[in-house]
């Protein structure tokens, strides 16, 4: 089983009620256990800012899917609970992204793991750093708590 891990967010209708969705549609997915599940953290919007709050959120999962079917996974779950992708970085009553998987480094049209922005949001590595503060980013050469003491510095 690989180790894998998902950003959630969620900025409109219920938020709080699609990360709950999410969460168990995730948890229902055979080769998927959820292993272990970051607080909440309401954040402001990234990118671009005229839009609601996020609630964000990290998972771990251990899998025996590969990569793309975990995205494919996450991707069916996001249109079932409604996703609709009108914009890039708009407004979305959910959002899973898959940030790490084991210590590969995909660069695929349709994935990219790690996720490339990771390290630049707090919104992504504070939720990672109360999960997996030990884990190190296959790029970077860093530990998620390493790369949110940079971040909390920069800011």
């Known amino acids: ?20 969705q999410a969460l168990k549609k995730i948890s229902e997915v055979p080769g998927i256990t959820v292993t272990k599940i970051s607080s909440r953290y309401e954040t402001k919007p990234y990118g671009k800012t005229d839009q609601p709050d996020f609630i964000n959120m990290a998972v771990e999962l251990e899998t025996n899917l590969t990569p793309l079917d975990l995205l494919e996974v996450v991707l ?14 708009g407004p ?33 590595i504070d939720p990672m750093s109360e ?21 909390d510095n920069e800011q």
């Not at 996001?78 to 970085?89: D, H, N, P």
């Not at 030990?134 to 940079?150: A, C, S």
């Open 1 to 20: 089983m690989a180790i894998a891990y998902l950003g959630l967010g969620s900025n409109i209708g219920d938020r709080e009620e699609s990360l709950r």
């Open 76 to 89: 069916g779950i996001e249109r079932e609970l409604g996703r609709v992708r009108k914009e890039t970085w």
């Open 92 to 124: 979305r009553s959910i959002d899973i992204d898959v940030l790490l998987y084991e210590d590969l480094e995909l660069d695929l049209t349709d994935l990219k793991v790690p996720h490339p922005e990771m390290h630049l949001r707090s919104f992504v």
């Open 131 to 151: 999960i997996a503060p030990k884990r190190e980013h296959p790029t970077l050469k860093m530990t998620i708590e390493e790369i949110k003491n940079k971040l």
